[in-house]
């Protein structure tokens, strides 16, 4: 039971493609993250965040502003490491999906609007690795080995 569970969590079928799509997309997430949890890269922090957030009726604004500050920052570095992927992607999917319709979709589609191009750009490049996994060059892979078990006949980086 285990070793299908570290199979489920850390194999995949993305090759060197989901390596191509985690880097840059989990670098833009951390950073993004980083602007709301510790105002850097010209944010605003968790207070400023957190008052904005309330402002457009997503309360506790300070809890909110830290759960998609964390979701952010800390699954974007996973991504770039290709630790814990799926997990990682889909709460960035997740956090993508909430962006899209709390903020973005009244504005319609393109981003000199502030609509949601970006936000839906990100949330499917991160649900595609939470359906792919990681791919080659990722932590997961070493995690599989270790606990996945030896010989378990499964692709690992497609």
Same mark, same amino acid.
Do not use: C
């Given at each position: 039971?285990?070793?299908?569970?570290?199979r489920?969590?850390f194999?995949?079928?993305?090759?060197?493609?989901? @390596?191509?799509?985690?880097?840059?997309?989990?670098l833009?997430?951390?950073?993004?993250?980083?602007?709301? @949890?510790?105002?850097?890269f010209g944010?605003y922090?968790?207070?400023?965040?957190?008052?904005?957030?309330?402002?457009?009726?997503?309360?506790?604004?300070?809890?909110?502003? @830290?759960?998609?500050?964390?979701?952010?920052?800390?699954g974007?570095?996973?991504?770039?490491?290709? +630790?814990?992927?799926?997990?990682?992607?889909?709460?960035?999917?997740?956090?993508?999906?909430?962006?899209?319709?709390?903020?973005?979709?009244?504005?319609?589609?393109?981003?000199?609007?502030?609509?949601?191009e970006?936000?839906?750009? +990100?949330?499917?490049?991160?649900?595609a690795?939470?359906?792919?996994?990681?791919?080659?060059?990722?932590?997961?892979?070493?995690?599989?080995?270790?606990?996945?078990?030896?010989?378990?006949? @499964?692709?690992?980086?497609?």
């Amino acid at each position: 039971m285990k070793n299908q569970f570290a199979r489920t969590l850390f194999s995949s079928t993305g090759g060197y493609a989901a @390596l191509v799509l985690r880097v840059p997309v989990g670098l833009i997430l951390a950073a993004h993250g980083a602007q709301k @949890l510790f105002g850097w890269f010209g944010g605003y922090g968790l207070e400023g965040t957190g008052q904005w957030l309330a402002s457009i009726g997503l309360a506790p604004g300070y809890l909110m502003a @830290l759960l998609a500050g964390g979701a952010e920052f800390f699954g974007g570095l996973a991504l770039v490491l290709g +630790l814990l992927t799926r997990p990682a992607a889909l709460v960035s999917a997740f956090t993508m999906l909430v962006a899209i319709f709390a903020v973005h979709i009244g504005n319609g589609l393109f981003m000199s609007n502030n609509g949601y191009e970006y936000a839906l750009a +990100l949330f499917a490049v991160t649900l595609a690795l939470a359906v792919q996994g990681a791919g080659r060059f990722a932590l997961d892979k070493v995690l599989l080995e270790r606990f996945g078990g030896a010989g378990n006949g @499964l692709r690992t980086d497609a």
